[in-house]
Structures are given as C-alpha cells and as structure tokens.
C-alpha cells in the first residue's frame, strides 16, 4: 500500500526537521526491514515545542473558543480517522507487527474515543451551588489546566495517544505529544489528520525521539503543566521526580500483573478462551494481559490441557497474511527480555507447559518472534509471578477456596486489572469488590471502550483515561464567588 507520509516534527503549525539533523530507522519486527526514517528531535526541538503550546494556550484563541466548535473539531478527527482506516491500520501492523484485523479493530476504537470526547465538549460547564452567604451566587467551572505533555507507548502507539489527545483538545488545552521513538507512524499520520480538521496552529504539536531527551524535557520543564504517561514503571517514578520541580498535574498508566481467576463451576469453554484472549493478542505486549492465570485446584489439569491444545495450533506469522493470529514482538531487544524471563522461571522452578523458545519455522527467523508459552506449578514468591513479561506467557497458580483466590490475586504490587470466571454471580461480585485493581471483568477479560474509566490501583498508576473522568484529568476545577449586595465588615 502506498502511503503519503510526510516524516517530520510538527510545531506551531509546521511539519520540521530535528535541528540536529539526526534521524532513526524504523523497523518492521516481522522482517527487521528499515520501514521509514524519521526526525531524532532533541530538547532544542522540544523546547521550541513547548513554547508554541505555551503561546498558543496563554494567547492563542483555543482556550476561550466555544466548546461546540472545539467538540465539532475533534468529531472532525474521528470521521477522518474512518475515512482512512484502511491506511492507518496498515501503518499500524507495519510498524507493531500485529495483525490487520487487530489494527483494524484499533482505528474503530480510536474513531470511539474521539467521538466520545466530541460529545461531551459541550457538557462540562460546571453548576450552580448552593450558598450560605444571602444575594449571592456561588459556581463551580472547569477550566482546561494548560500545557499538556502526553508520552505514549509503543504496543498500541495510536490507541493510546487518542485516550490522551481527544479529552486534551476537547477541554481547550494545548499539548505536545512524544510517541514511543520505535512506533511513530501513525500518530504522525494522524497529526496530519489534525490539521486537516482544523487544529489551530501550536495547539498541538508532535515531537519524535527518546524518553531520556524529549521525555525528561517535557517532564522537567516549568512550562509544562501536566504530563500524562503510559509506559513501564521506572520510567513512571522517574518522571513523578521530574514533574516535582513545578508540581505539574500527572497521569500515570504503569502495566499491570493481571490475575484472570477461574472457579471450577465456570463456563469451561468460555474460561479457556477468554484466558486466551486475554493474554495471546499482540504477542501479549498488553498492559492489562490477564498473564497470571490463578485457577482451581480441581480443574487444573483439565483446563491446562485444554490451553495447550489450543497453543499448539496458533498460527504465527506475518501481520499481513490473513490466516496470522499472532505476530512478532516489538523489537530484538525486548525479544532478548522476554527469553531472559523465562529462562528465569525455569530456574524457579516452574515447569513449561508449552512453547518457551522461538519458533523453528526458517520463514520466521528474520523476526522477533516468540512462541506461546505456559507455565505450570507457579507461586507467587517467584519473578516471573511477580514482573510484567510484556509478551506471550502465562503463568499458571492453583487455589482451592475462595478466599484463597483473592489473596493470591491481590499479591502484587500492581493494581491495572484482573478476571473472575465463575457461574456463580454472588460469589463474582464478592470477589470483584475484594479485588484491589481499576478494573474488574466477571466472564470477559480485556474489553475497553471509551465511557468506562481506565487505570489502576497500587503501582499501576495515578489517576485515569477514558469515561468522565478522563476528561477531569485535562481540567482545572474553579470555584466563583459573587457577592451581590456585599457590606463592610467594620471588624478593623
């Protein structure tokens, strides 16, 4: 597919070289073919960033423009965005390696949150509250809090920047956006979709390169007024200390150690694809993953057969072929990570189901592939119970009473998301409400869609995306006084 692209930075309005001059491949994980070269921006660029937003918010007309028109605009976004699916969810495979119906199922989501945050421009004018004070009127608004930095990851690089891009500019504030420095295409593409929907210029701008040079400027810079990140959770503590310079307003989405419990009176079918699902899309490169697969003592066996029957027959390739279910991860490095953690359950002691190398199959080799893979006789004193894999593994853990299951679930340090299977409903809303995570699914793991808020408790995070509140992030809460018959006080 031939795609019109223009690879630069985008600030104040014009698309740009990095000052420097330095650039960076992208590459393809399923081949390591160089797909596109890009800007290698540095703080010099990302500075000039912040200063357009800056201008642009403190005098630009965007803050004060009329919530409708700001909705019509981002509504705007999301029809463009579905005029050129096809494009962006080829972008999308090509650069993350996962499959077109997987990319295609992402831009109608990304269409979704756009349309959703459209809607509710219009609705967050704040009330009227009662006060104590006689002939005077007292009011709540919401005003947008500024500056905006907005870090995004590499394993839905699109997705991610519309849970951040469409509350910021539905709420009037300006924002300078970083994708992961290995997965930028579309969300440059979808700048260029920003513009065209009429995105004033410095409203947003879009910065490609590192973490440790256009992250830490944005994070560390007095002119920014929040950063919202979605990534690993050292980078995560690291831009909480660089925010605290000016007490910039955050947003943190840190990963997840997701428990997915199965109770023996379940829906077996259901359960063993659900567990599936829940882990094996994308390679398993997914924040909320149900990994950690806790299931009843009595049912183990069975219900681990039954995965490792299915694995067996997961057909591994290239993202473009349609008969693919799962494709390569992101990049030799992380594939390097991945086969590091296994080989570390394999000195814990755990027992591999299935899978655990790379697959054989000589039309693979130039990939980062990795097969499916399943451990059984896990606890949760060892690593790989404990730490976020971010590729195709499951952990297997057993319990047999009910309060078991939500002790081992509740052992962790993160809080993102978690799974309950059981027939049972009063038992699955007993567990739910026990269940210490942002996010609860009772017969269904991994759905998402714009009204309902995302994040997570503990060390997954602060804050949260999508719903209402996703739009409170972006917004300053302001209270108004008037006195209309005001008199002296006459205490001095």
């Not at 919530?67 to 096809?86: H, P, S, Y």
């Not at 503590?237 to 925010?243: L, S």
């Given at each position: 597919m031939d795609v019109n692209l223009t690879l630069k930075n985008y600030i104040n309005g014009e698309w740009v070289e990095a000052k420097s001059g330095e650039t960076r491949d992208i590459i393809n994980p399923f081949n390591q073919e160089v797909i596109?070269?890009?800007?290698?921006?540095?703080?010099?660029?990302?500075?000039?960033?912040?200063?357009?937003?800056?201008?642009?918010?403190?005098?630009?007309?965007?803050?004060?423009?009329?919530?409708?028109?700001?909705?019509?605009?981002?509504?705007?976004?999301?029809?463009?965005?579905?005029?050129?699916?096809?494009?962006?969810?080829?972008?999308?495979?090509?650069?993350?390696?996962?499959?077109?119906?997987e990319s295609r199922g992402d831009m109608d989501d990304i269409a979704g949150v756009f349309r959703y945050y459209a809607e509710l421009a219009d609705k967050n004018g704040g009330e009227l509250i009662d006060s104590p004070v006689p002939n005077s009127v007292s009011k709540v608004v919401h005003e947008p809090v500024g500056v905006c930095g907005q870090i995004t990851p590499w394993n839905y690089p699109l997705l991610q920047a519309s849970w951040k891009l469409a509350p910021a500019l539905a709420t009037g504030n300006t924002l300078i956006m970083k994708p992961s420095e290995i997965t930028p295409l579309t969300t440059i593409k979808t700048f260029a979709l920003m513009e065209e929907a009429g995105v004033p210029k410095g409203v947003a701008n879009l910065v490609l390169g590192a973490g440790a040079t256009v992250g830490n400027e944005l994070s560390t810079s007095n002119d920014v007024d929040l950063i919202s990140f979605t990534g690993g959770i050292e980078t995560g503590?690291?831009?909480?200390?660089?925010?605290s310079g000016n007490v910039k307003k955050l947003a943190l989405e840190l990963g997840g150690k997701n428990p997915n419990v199965i109770f023996a009176d379940a829906d077996f079918d259901l359960a063993v694809d659900q567990a599936l699902n829940g882990v094996f899309f994308h390679a398993g490169q997914i924040c909320s993953a149900g990994t950690r697969l806790i299931v009843e003592e009595s049912i183990h066996d069975r219900f681990v057969e039954a995965l490792v029957e299915r694995v067996k027959k997961f057909r591994i390739g290239s993202g473009f072929d349609e008969e693919t279910q799962m494709g390569p991860l992101i990049s030799a490095e992380h594939l390097a990570k991945v086969e590091k953690y296994v080989e570390t359950g394999i000195k814990e002691g755990a027992t591999i189901a299935v899978g655990g190398g790379r697959p054989e199959d000589p039309e693979l080799q130039n990939g980062f592939f990795y097969l499916p893979t399943i451990f059984t006789g896990c606890t949760t004193d060892m690593d790989i119970v404990q730490e976020e894999a971010f590729g195709p593994i499951i952990t297997v853990e057993t319990f047999t009473t009910e309060q078991e299951a939500v002790k081992l679930a509740n052992d962790s340090i993160y809080g993102l998301a978690g799974g309950v299977f059981t027939q049972d409903t009063v038992k699955a809303e007993r567990c739910a409400a026990k269940m210490r995570m942002g996010t609860v699914w009772i017969n269904e793991f991994n759905l998402y869609f714009p009204h309902a808020p995302w994040g997570g408790y503990k060390q997954s995070g602060i804050g949260r995306e999508l719903g209402r509140l996703g739009i409170e992030e972006y917004t300053e809460t302001k209270h108004i006084f008037q006195n209309l018959k005001p008199e002296p006080l006459h205490w001095f």
């Open positions: 596109a070269t890009v800007p290698e921006a540095d703080e010099t660029d990302t500075k000039e960033a912040i200063a357009a937003a800056r201008e642009a918010f403190d005098n630009g007309e965007w803050p004060e423009t009329p919530a409708t028109e700001r909705g019509a605009i981002v509504r705007r976004i999301a029809e463009l965005i579905e005029r050129d699916k096809e494009e962006l969810a080829y972008l999308e495979s090509l650069d993350t390696g996962k499959t077109m119906d503590k690291k831009i909480m200390q660089a925010a």
